[in-house]
C-alpha cells in the first residue's frame, strides 16, 4: 500500500481536555444533592416496603388459622364455617386450573391477532382493530360477569357444551350434567378477558422487531409466514413469554366476572363441566360476613397463599424469560 | 387596600354560624334491612333536624365486630350474637327486632305455571341432595295436578355469607335431623349440593337462567321481582304462601314461646300458628346497655322506639314485613334498661 504524500492530521492533545468527571467524587458536592439522592431513595425503597407490609398484614391477619390448620389447609378439601373446619384445596385447584385453561384459550388467539396486526393486516385495518382490541379490556369485570351469565352460560349450553360431549365425552374432562355455572364458563371469560393484554404487548413486541430479521428469512427464500415463524417470532420470544405471564397474572386475580360464572361450588374435579372456584371469589364472596375470627383468619390464610402463587409465578416468568431471552441478541434488551 | 378587604369580607362570609347542637350516631351492619333503615333515617332526620344518622350496610359480621369495638354507636345484624361474642364485651348489648324478613323459595320450571308447593322434609331432602329429579314422587305427592317434567332440580343457595342464608339453614336444622347434623345453621356453611350466586341478584339470576333451578331468595327481592315463590307447609299443616300478613303472623305466633322478659335472640323459624309462613325472622339493631354519652343515647333511643312505632308504617310498601303490635311493651321494657353513667335513659327520650 502506497503511502500517501499527506501531512498527519493535526490533533487537540489530550491535555487541553478538561479531565473526565469521576462519578464518584461527585457525591458529596452539596447538600442539595445529598438530600434529591436520600428522596429518591427513600421513594424507590417505598415499594418493596409496602410489599413487605401487604406481606406482614397478611400473615399477622392469618397467624390464627395457620396455627390451627397447619399445612393441611392446602390438601383438604373441606370448608365448614359452622364447624370450623377449613381447607383450601377446591379454590387452589380451581385457579389454576382456571387460569391455566384460559390461557391455553387465549394465547392463540391473543398471538394470531398479535401477528395479524403486525405482519399481515394492511395498513388501514391496523389502527381500527388495535383500538377494539384494546377496548376489551376497557370493559368492567362485573359488565362481563353479567355477559357471561344472559350470554355466553345459554350459549354454551345450546350451541357449544352438546357437540362438545359428543367428541369428547369419553374423556373425564367432559363428564355429568351441566347447569351452566362451570369452570368452563369461568375459564373461557377469563380467556376474553386477558386476550386485549397479551395482543397489546405481544403486537409491541412483535413491532420492535429490527425489519433485517424479516429481510434476512425472505432473502433466504421463506415465504412471509414462515419469514415471521421462523425469523421474527423467535427473536420476540422473550417479550413473548412475558406478554403471556402478563395475562396469567391477570387471570389469577380476577375476581368479580368469574365468581359470577363458575358456580362456587367447593368441589374438585375433572370435569371442566361442573361448577368450581377460585381463591379471589371466595374472598370476596365471605370476607364481609364471616363473623368468627376463625373463619376470617381462613380467608386471610387464602389471600395469603394467593400472594405467594403470584409472587411464585412472577418469579417464574423472570426466570423463563432470562434463559430464553440468553440466546438472542435482544435478551438484554427485552427486559 | 381592596384586594385585603375583599379578602377580609370573604373570610367572614365563610366563618360557619353556629346553629342548633347536632347529635351524630353512627351504625353498621346488616345489609338485608338496608333499605328500610336509609328510609327511616332520611323520614326522621326530616321531623328531628338536630339528630344526624349514619348507616352503613358492611354486613352483619362487620357490623358486630365494628359495635363490639365501639367504632360505631349501634350495630345492625340478620343473626343474634352468639353467647361467646356476648361475653366477649361482658354482655353490654340489647337486640332490638325492627323488622320481619323471610325467605322465598323460587324455581324455574318451564311450562309450569301454577305455585309449587313443598313440604319441610322435601324442601330439606332437595337441598341434602337425596331429590335429584322434578318428576319424584314425592314432588308430585304434594303438587297434585301440575305436570313435573323429567329435568334435574338445580339448587341454587347464596355463595356469600348472608341472614338470608341463616334463616333458610336455621328453619331446615329445625325440620331435618340430618341437616342439623350434616351441616347446621350459620350465615355461610358447608353447602352439600347446589350452585352459588353472589347476593339475591345473583341467585336470582341463576333461577332465572337454569331450567330447572331452586334456589332461596329474600322475600322483599322476590316481592319486587315478582318471582314465583312457592308456598310451604307450616307446622300446623297449613301450606302458606309468603307474603307481609303471613310473616307478620310467624313473629305473632313465636310470641308464645318467647315470654315478655325475653332478650329476642330467638329464632322465630317453623313456628305454631295456623297462618305463619314457616320461615322468617326477626332482624336486630344491637344497642350497648350502658352508653357514656347521654345525649346520644337518648337520641338513640327515640330514634329505635319511633322506629319500632311510627316506622313500621313505612315497612310493608318497601318489602319488609312489620312487627306485630303487641310486641311494643316487650320492646319498650328492654330500651327502659338503657343507661347513661348509671341514670337510665328512657323517661326524657319518650316524647
Known sequence: ?335 | MKPVALLVLTAALLVPRPGPAQTTLTGAGATFPNIIYQDWILTYNKAHPDVRLNYQSIGSGGGIRQFSDGTVDFGASDAPMTDSAIAAIGGNVLHIPTVLGGDVATYNLPGVTATLRFTPDLLADIFLGRVTKWSDARVAAVNPGVRLPDQDIVVVHRSDGSGTTFIWTDYLSKVSPEWAQRVGRGTSVNWPVGLGGKGNEGVTALVKQTPGALGYVELGYALANGLPAASIRNKAGTFVAPTLESITAAAASAMRAMGPNTDFRVSITDPEGARAYPIASFTWLLLHRQYRDAEKARALVAFVWWAVTDGQARAGPLGYAPLPRELRPWIEAQLKAITADGKPVWPTAAR
Do not use: C, K
Open chain 1, 1 to 335: 500500500m502506497t503511502a500517501l504524500p499527506l501531512e498527519p492530521l493535526p490533533v487537540a492533545p489530550e491535555a487541553a481536555l478538561p479531565p473526565a468527571p469521576r462519578w464518584r467524587g461527585l457525591r458529596e458536592v452539596n447538600a442539595g444533592d445529598r438530600l434529591y439522592r436520600a428522596a429518591l431513595t427513600g421513594v424507590a425503597l417505598l415499594l418493596p416496603a409496602l410489599l413487605a407490609a401487604l406481606a406482614g398484614g397478611l400473615l399477622a391477619s392469618a397467624w390464627p388459622a395457620l396455627r390451627r390448620f397447619g399445612p393441611r389447609f392446602l390438601w383438604t378439601s373441606v370448608w365448614d364455617p359452622v364447624a370450623g373446619v377449613f381447607g383450601a384445596a377446591p379454590m387452589i385447584v380451581g385457579t389454576l386450573a382456571s387460569s391455566l385453561l384460559a390461557l391455553v384459550l387465549a394465547v392463540p388467539l391473543a398471538l394470531g391477532v398479535a401477528i395479524f396486526l403486525a405482519e399481515f393486516a394492511p395498513r388501514w385495518l391496523r389502527q381500527p382493530v388495535a383500538f377494539l382490541v384494546e377496548l376489551l379490556a376497557a370493559i368492567p369485570s362485573v359488565v362481563y360477569g353479567l355477559w357471561g351469565v344472559f350470554v355466553l352460560i345459554p350459549l354454551l349450553r345450546s350451541y357449544a357444551v352438546p357437540p362438545l360431549r359428543a367428541a369428547l365425552g369419553w374423556t373425564p374432562f367432559v363428564q355429568g350434567a351441566f347447569y351452566g355455572s362451570s369452570l368452563l364458563a369461568g375459564a373461557i371469560i377469563l380467556a376474553v378477558m386477558i386476550v386485549p393484554y397479551i395482543a397489546a404487548v405481544s403486537r409491541e413486541v412483535l413491532l420492535a422487531v429490527p425489519p433485517s430479521q424479516r429481510e434476512a428469512a425472505v432473502a433466504l427464500g421463506a415465504t412471509r409466514w414462515e419469514a415471521v415463524w421462523t425469523a421474527v417470532i423467535p427473536y420476540g420470544r422473550a417479550g413473548l413469554i412475558g406478554a403471556t405471564i402478563l395475562g396469567l397474572g391477570r387471570a389469577l386475580g380476577e375476581t368479580m366476572a368469574v365468581t359470577m360464572v363458575i358456580g362456587n361450588r367447593h368441589d374438585i374435579g375433572w370435569s371442566l363441566l361442573q361448577p368450581a372456584y377460585t381463591m379471589a371469589a371466595a374472598i370476596a364472596n365471605e370476607f364481609s360476613e364471616a363473623t368468627t375470627n376463625l373463619h376470617l383468619s381462613a380467608l386471610f390464610e387464602v389471600g395469603l397463599v394467593l400472594f405467594v402463587i403470584t409472587l411464585a409465578v412472577n418469579a417464574f416468568a423472570r426466570l423463563l424469560i432470562w434463559r430464553v431471552a440468553r440466546g438472542t441478541a435482544a435478551g438484554s434488551r427485552a427486559l
